[in-house]
């Protein structure tokens, strides 16, 4: 009897801790839960994009929890930060924990494209 019951605890935290670790919240499910801004991008770098709105300035992670978020910009896109609602009030203010950056209206690309 111990030992059935010893097998089945093993097998409950198991699967509990495998569905803790596991975080695949769909695109849809962000989108309609959590905190976001909308801002223009000014500025691009390897890790991160400076984006304004018009409240001022934030640099946003680009370490986005949905690999289906657009992580690519070019200044003057329009994008949508989906974010945990927590922003870092320094100069300038951050935004770390980033869950979802959709594009809302992309660059006049061909402004950016002439030689």
Known sequence: MKKKLMIVLIIA?????????????????????????????????????????????YWVSLDVENKDSVTHFTIGDEVVVYYDGNVAESYLMQINTVYAITLKTPANRSDNNKS
């Open 13 to 57: 935290v198991v699967c509990v801790m495998t569905m803790a670790g596991c975080n695949n919240r769909s695109m849809n499910y962000i989108i309609s839960h959590e905190a976001n801004i909308t801002g223009v991008v000014k500025e691009v770098n390897d890790t991160s994009i400076l984006i304004e709105d018009e409240s001022g300035e």
